[in-house]
C-alpha cells in the first residue's frame, strides 16, 4: 500500500521559511516523479513543483519560481519543498503526489498517489 506522509506545515510570517517534507513507502520511490501541488480555500488544486527520479528535470510554477527549491533524497524515499519568502498568498494545505510515469507534470490528474496533506499559513 503506497502512503505519501507531509510534515512541517505551520503557521509563520511573511518572509520567513519553512521547509515541508514527503515520506513515501510502499513504492519503488526512485523511479517515480513526484510533484508538490496546494490548495487554498475555495480555490482549485494548484500546481507548486515537481521533480523527475533522478532530479534531471524539475518544473516550478511562475508564483513561486526563484522562493521555492524541490528536491529529493531516493535513499530516504523523501521529497522536500524549501519554501522561502513566504507570502500571505502561499496560504494553503500543501500536498505530494507522486507519478510512476515520471512526467515530473504540472497537471494533478498525472499523479496516481496523493498524501494527506499539510497546512500552510503565512500572516502578513
Known amino acids: 500500500q503506497v502512503q505519501l506522509v507531509e510534515s512541517g506545515g505551520g503557521l509563520v510570517q511573511a518572509g520567513d521559511s519553512l521547509r515541508l517534507s514527503c515520506a513515501a513507502s510502499g513504492l519503488t520511490f526512485s523511479s517515480y516523479a513526484m510533484g508538490w501541488f496546494r490548495q487554498a480555500p475555495g480555490k482549485e488544486r494548484q500546481f507548486v513543483a515537481a521533480i523527475k527520479w533522478a532530479g534531471s528535470r524539475i518544473n516550478y510554477s511562475d508564483s513561486v519560481k526563484g522562493r521555492f527549491t524541490i528536491s529529493r533524497e531516493n535513499a530516504k524515499n523523501t521529497v522536500y519543498l524549501q519554501m522561502n519568502s513566504l507570502k500571505p498568498e502561499d496560504t494553503a494545505v500543501y500536498y505530494c503526489?507522486?507519478?510512476?510515469?515520471?512526467?515530473?507534470?504540472?497537471?494533478?490528474?498525472?499523479?496516481?498517489?496523493w498524501g494527506q496533506g499539510t497546512q500552510v499559513t503565512v500572516s502578513s
Open positions: 503526489a507522486a507519478d510512476r510515469f515520471g512526467r515530473a507534470s504540472m497537471w494533478f490528474n498525472e499523479y496516481e498517489h
